[in-house]
């Protein structure tokens, strides 16, 4: 969809700025609802609008995409105009709030990420997302966390990608999908901030310090039902991106599991990169239900002290440049 498309369908003025964007999008997603439709009286021709939701929803893609903070009066010549019937029937107010989207970029990422939002309707109802962005962009706690993920899997997805058409040769989806993941984890590192990240999740203990508390639980191996509440549990190693831990004699105990799922991508790392020192406890109260089918979970007591927050971009880079060159080289 051009942009002069997307202005006749939202029928609005060249020099509209993103917060009476948002306002008409909401207005013409009210307009086509289907309860809203149903109870407009369609004899009017005047009060049926002639585009759909979905024309609608890709319209004020392209348009936010376009617009900036002022207008887009200097960039484009079209000047519609609110229709009569909108003034009408959901008057002229207006907003008061603003969106814009700002955010820091780490320029030695080893390449660029769509930022997305979620588009919502008139009702404040989700209905879809939509790209605000692509460049650089750290994540930052106004980005909503699952979305932030999707736009780091298809970056795997486009690298991966780019050698199936650079080799000619199209892997097992199996095989393709463990190389994703790995690229995923690689990539979301850096784009996240560590200590501004779980500033903004987890509680802090010493801010100078950079101490934080976690709530995490233990999935528990079948040979550590001796687990009880008050022991004291220590690191045994990190495989396939696991924390394991064990008891002060050495015996396993099982692996750390994350309620918060950002966790994975921001703590799990700065363990693997020995950035962090953790104290571990079994927590004193348990929930005796706390199972999940044939798994048994206790509840453990995290505490971690932050090191050096500097990045590794050099590090993580040279880790992606091998793995994708093992991709270009598998058969």
Known sequence: MTVQQAYKIFDVRSDITKMELKKRYRRLMHMVHPDAVLNRDKSNKENVYRYSAYEINEAYTVLFNQTGQESLKSNYKYDYKYSEYD???????????????????????????????YAEDYNGNNIGRFKVARGRYMWMPDEDFKLFLRSIYECSEELLNRIDEETGRVHDSEYKIIYQAELAYLLAQQFTATSDTLGNI??????????????????????S?????????????????????????????GYISFK????????????????????????????????????????????????????????????????????????
């Open 260 to 331: 918060d799922d950002r966790l994975y991508y921001v703590l799990i790392p700065i363990l693997e990169q020995k950035r962090a020192m953790v104290k571990i406890e079994v927590s004193s109260k348990q929930d005796r239900h706390n199972t999940m089918g044939e798994k048994k979970y206790k509840n453990i007591d995290l505490w971690v002290k932050i090191g050096n927050d500097a990045t590794f971009p050099e590090n993580i880079n040279m880790r992606i440049e091998d793995l994708l060159n093992s991709y270009h080289e598998s058969k």
């Open 87 to 117: 003034e009408k029937y959901y008057g002229t107010d207006q907003e008061n709030e603003e969106y814009d989207f700002t955010a820091p970029e780490n320029e030695h990422a080893f390449c660029q990420r769509n930022v997305y939002h």
């Open 202 to 223: 987890l509680t802090s203990i010493d801010d100078a310090a950079n101490v934080f508390y976690v709530g995490a639980m233990l999935e528990m191996s079948p040979e």
């Open 225 to 253: 039902r001796f687990i009880k509440a008050g022991m004291k549990l220590f690191p045994a190693g990190i495989k396939k991106h696991r924390l394991y831990l064990m008891t002060r004699s050495g015996k396993e105990a």
